[in-house]
């Protein structure tokens, strides 16, 4: 598994944010991030990603296993699977476009909103059909590589320009990714609004989890962007925080024996900088932030 990205939307530093971990990573002071996305293989050869961010050119350049050949138009990027409709993890199929027959699986409504709300299954199929595939639960599917997929829904959010969309509890899910030649599995969860059982139950069988950290504190989005509104619009993205009561730290920490990892990390987050308390606390926790970049076996 390779973390091509690890922070939310608008990346760090966000083009348009002044916040002060925003200036210390324009001074080089702190290490740069591209916006949310993941890479997984069975096998070494055949991959696929986890979400498409509108920076994967630059995450696929800078990638030596995602690059291109033997022959002039191979790709070993087989396809993506979606974890919800939200641009900064669809943005990104644009610059796919043209690829000879790669699949995308999502859930139904995301499926939906991609053709209708926001149509770029037909913008893509002009250059190159695709292949559209429903993962909403239960059930499973075989990808190419080795590896077998389930799903588990978190949340009903739809994005923004879904809203007139009709309700769905699958809007957001979980993936729960297994490799059955060594038994490892791997819980995405990049967007949590809140913490439901089912993903309890889902972390159980798994040995890595890789979840939402967008913000630590609750309050941490309006004091950043100096807002008079405390929690400026941050209830509303779809994110519980990472402190607090009821936070993913506390929820991290009834499965103490499973890899753990924070990832989408928004560029107010002080997890940002290695040596905040924010940082030690989450490391004292047994809770790892891995740089851009990183790869490890699961």
Known sequence: MILLGTAAGGGFPQWNCACALCDRARRGELSPRSQECVAVSGNSRDWWLLNASPDIRAQLLTTPALRPGPGPRDTPVRGVLLTDAELDHTLGLTILRGAAGPT??????????????????????????????????????????????????????????????????????????????TGGSLVYAPCLATWPADLDALLTSATCA?????????????????????????????????????????????????????????????????????????????????????????
């Open 104 to 181: 995308v699986y999502a859930a139904a409504p995301v499926l939906d909103a991609l053709e209708t709300s926001m149509p770029l299954r037909g913008l893509l199929d002009r250059y190159a059909p695709w292949t559209w595939q429903d993962i909403t639960p239960p059930g499973s599917i075989e990808l190419a590589g080795g590896l077998r997929v389930g799903s588990c829904p978190i949340s009903a959010k739809a994005p923004k320009y879904a809203a007139a969309a009709p309700p769905n509890d699958h809007w957001v899910i979980a993936l729960r990714i297994e490799d059955p030649a």
């Open 210 to 298: 890789l979840v939402d950290g967008t913000f630590f504190g609750a309050a941490e989005l309006g004091t950043a962007v100096r807002s008079p509104d405390s929690d400026a619009g941050q209830s509303l993205m779809g994110h519980v925080p990472v402190a607090g009561h009821g936070g993913t730290l506390a929820a991290l920490a009834r499965h103490p024996r499973l890899r753990r990892i924070y990832t989408h990390l928004n560029n107010t987050n002080p997890l940002l900088d290695p040596a905040s308390p924010a940082s030690a606390l989450v490391q004292q926790a047994g809770v790892e932030v891995l740089a851009d970049g990183s790869e490890f076996t699961v």
